[in-house]
């Protein structure tokens, strides 16, 4: 089975401190996602990254960056948080080999993230 | 842009039908559905590939509908665990990677 972890399931910071999710998965995947969920907005997607040191922005990154140094972890980062992210975070993973079934994703289980 | 989900939310009581409709504005080759149950990651369901073509999960099943640019979720004699947020998907392919843009989700409650 697919295994993808979050660093934390919940946290909690302050307006103006720097904020790391990180996310690790076990399969080898090509693909990973960070995605902020909010109620009635959906899942929307922030960055994803194809490669090691690639990415690309997705639909709502500002205010965020990512870092993925190696093919297993990918990390979120909130350079100057503010309380307008406060949100759940989601990680996915996907295999990426350019087969339509491959397209589906393996979420991580989220980090309820509240910025004061 | 995202594909609307219609209802946004939904309360069945259980054995009660259900249908999730999702709706794109541009051309669609798949629709993904996810199933995100309470306090739990979102889980993959099924990718509909051809228009027409209908799949099943359980007794979940759907329909996709190229030239509508439509996909629509079936719950037949919904369960207790039928209970959670469903998400359409529509992979949008980079040129890097494919990724997949949700819907804004449909609530789905099956009570006793």
């Known amino acids: 089975d697919v295994k993808v972890t979050q660093s934390s399931r919940y946290l909690v910071k302050r307006t103006g401190e720097k904020v790391f999710l990180e996310c690790v998965q076990d399969?080898?995947?090509?693909?990973m996602f960070w995605y902020r969920q909010d109620p009635g907005l959906g899942l929307r997607l922030i960055y994803f990254?194809?490669?090691?040191?690639?990415?690309e922005k997705g639909d709502i990154p500002e205010g965020y960056s990512v870092s993925r140094e190696k093919k297993e972890r990918f990390s979120l980062i909130l350079e100057s948080a503010s309380t307008n992210q406060t949100s759940m975070y989601l990680c996915?993973?996907?295999?990426?080999?350019?087969?339509?079934?491959?397209?589906?994703?393996?979420f991580g289980p989220g980090t309820r993230l509240l910025v004061l | 842009q995202q594909p609307v989900q219609s209802p946004q939310a939904v309360i069945l009581r259980e054995g009660e039908d259900a249908v999730i409709n999702c709706s794109s504005s541009?051309?669609?080759?798949?629709v993904h559905w996810y199933r995100q149950k309470h306090g739990e990651a979102p889980v993959f369901l099924m990718i509909?590939?051809?228009?027409?073509e209908q799949k099943g999960h359980d007794k979940i099943s759907a329909s996709f509908n190229e030239k509508k640019q439509q996909s629509s979720l079936y719950l037949t004699a919904s369960q207790l665990s039928y209970s959670g947020t469903y998400f359409c998907?529509?992979?949008?392919?980079?040129?890097?990677?494919?990724?997949?843009?949700f819907g804004t989700g449909t609530r789905l409650q099956v009570t006793l």
């Open positions: 541009k051309a669609l080759y798949s």
């Open positions: 996915a993973s996907s295999w990426g080999r350019w087969g339509v079934e491959e397209e589906t994703q393996y």
């Open positions: 990254s194809y490669d090691v040191k690639m990415k």
């Open positions: 399969m080898d995947h090509e693909n």
């Open positions: 998907g529509t992979p949008s392919p980079t040129g890097t990677a494919s990724k997949l843009t």
């Open positions: 509909l590939l051809k228009g027409g």
